[in-house]
Structures are given as structure tokens and as C-alpha cells.
């Protein structure tokens, strides 16, 4: 089966760094396309990252993109999601997955399974 195990969150100053690690197992890692969702209180989980399987082609959402960097260890079936620059607003629990999708139209979920997630707290 699937699993998803994501590490690395915590407590962070607005202006710091986390780095969050996701290890993956259950499925053929390099054949998919990974991605980091978060989901902020009371808001719908949404996609931040993501990285094709081709290439390593990386996508972020704008909210993102300068700060966060989304990476990929093929040999280790892990994810990495560096976080820069932290705002309040990316507080959330930080959830990773296999995606569909592409830059266009934007990434999904290619299964319906879920990792417990991580917590990152910003505080203002």
C-alpha cells in the first residue's frame, strides 16, 4: 500500500527556514510526479509544488515560488520541500503525494491516500 511520511515541520519566526521530508513507499516512486499540498485552518488543502519524473521540471504556486524549493531523491523514494523567507500565512500542515497533472491545468492527487501530514507553525 501506499504510505506517505512526512517530517520536518515545526515552529518558525516569520523570515526562517524550515525543511520538510517526505519518505515514500508502496508505489514505483520514479513513475510519478510528486508533489507538496498543504492545508491551512478552516481552507481547502491546495497544491504548492511540484515535480515532474521526467526531468525534475519543478512547478509552485504563486504564493510560493521564490521561496520554497521542491526536490526529489530518486535512489531514496524521499521528497524535499526547503522552505525560505516563512510567512504567517504558511502555516498549515504540509502534506505530500504523488500528483497528476502539469503546469497548465495544475496538479492533483494520483491516489487517494494521505500521509499524517507535518505541522508548520509561523508565528507572527
Known amino acids: 500500500q501506499v504510505q506517505l511520511v512526512e517530517s520536518g515541520g515545526g515552529l518558525v519566526e516569520p523570515g526562517g527556514s524550515l525543511r520538510l521530508s517526505c519518505a515514500a513507499s508502496?508505489?514505483?516512486?520514479?513513475?510519478?510526479?510528486m508533489g507538496w499540498f498543504r492545508r491551512a485552518a478552516g481552507k481547502e488543502r491546495e497544491c504548492v509544488a511540484a515535480?515532474?519524473?521526467?526531468?525534475?521540471?519543478?512547478d509552485y504556486a504563486p504564493s510560493v515560488k521564490g521561496r520554497f524549493t521542491i526536490s526529489r531523491d530518486n535512489a531514496r523514494s524521499t521528497l524535499t520541500l526547503q522552505m525560505n523567507r516563512l510567512e504567517p500565512e504558511d502555516t498549515a500542515v504540509y502534506f505530500c503525494?504523488?500528483?497528476?497533472?502539469?503546469?497548465?491545468?495544475?496538479?492533483?492527487?494520483?491516489?487517494?491516500?494521505w500521509g499524517q501530514g507535518t505541522q508548520v507553525f509561523v508565528s507572527s
Open positions: 515535480i515532474t519524473t521526467l526531468s525534475g521540471v519543478t
Open positions: 508502496g508505489f514505483t516512486f520514479t513513475a510519478h510526479a
Open positions: 503525494a504523488p500528483v497528476r497533472g502539469n503546469i497548465i491545468r495544475g496538479w492533483s492527487p494520483r491516489f487517494d491516500s
